[in-house]
């Protein structure tokens, strides 16, 4: 899937967290505890269903309150990374699911280098093929051999896939998503879901080159890729602005999204490096350190 050269230029690369790790396993990312620790960091207050072992009951003595003691500490941080293998996705040179898989293998080998704990999983209409926890550098090639076997299949429920997958309880962590997000229904609900439950979130818009200025011919017959139904088409200069119109304002409504509620978010075009996308742009924009 990868060079060695471009591997070990990941090999000094970390996902970035915007908020504490909540995970149980040490690891590189700071958590903050109640209990005992190496560095004390803060106090709080006692709540219902607290751990009445952790009481500072000198400050109870002192003072009749109940106050918990909070402790620094370095933790592992969950890591569900999410490929979209709908068939709008087996589109372009170079084709844009496996692009995908590129991207979500290079975010992977980093989240195993720090010793996340690293879930990955394909998605189309709903969940698709699911790849078992995997954490440690020496899991890098069964999930790259989990990406690599995506076939492209269905259409696109974006909003499915997260309720189904977040149905069941899931350590808060960073959830990514690699899509061209295509969906007919939008995003809004799949957004509901994963603001629910507090996830760090970073959208990864891949786009070919075709789609923001397609070549066509004045007359063509334009096939949905998922629906399978054909329009004849007349191809004219004004339609043609009417679509790059259209799909940039696709883009930018995404973008704002993600702006709005303080997610990652990156364009991904497939004519750029893989390289480039992975060790610049996404350096820039803060999902990786």
Known sequence: MFTDAFLRKLDV?????????????????????????????????YAEGDDIRHIDWGIYLRMDRLILRLFEEEADQPVYLFVDSSLSMDFGQP???????????????????????????????????????RRGRNQAPQVFRFLEGIEARGRTSLSAAMRRYFAAPRTRGLVVLIS?????????????????????VALMQVISPEEIDPQLPEEAVLVDAEEGSATEVEITPG??????????????DIESYCRKYGWGYARALTSVAIEDIVLKMLREEGLLR
């Open 13 to 45: 690369l970390a996902l970035a967290a915007r908020n504490r790790a909540h995970g149980q396993l040490r690891g590189t990312h700071r958590s903050r505890r109640v209990g005992t620790g190496m560095v004390f960091a803060d106090y709080r207050p």
């Open 95 to 133: 084709n844009k699911l496996d692009y995908a898989r590129r991207l979500a293998g290079a975010l992977a080998y980093v989240a195993l280098l720090n010793h996340d704990r690293v879930n990955v999983s394909s998605f189309a209409e709903s969940l698709g093929d699911m790849l078992p926890t």
């Open 180 to 200: 061209d997000f295509l969906d007919p229904a939008g995003l809004e609900e799949a957004i509901a879901v994963l603001r629910r439950f507090r996830h760090d």
């Open 239 to 252: 339609l043609l602005e009417a679509y790059r119109s259209t799909f940039e304002r696709h883009a930018q």
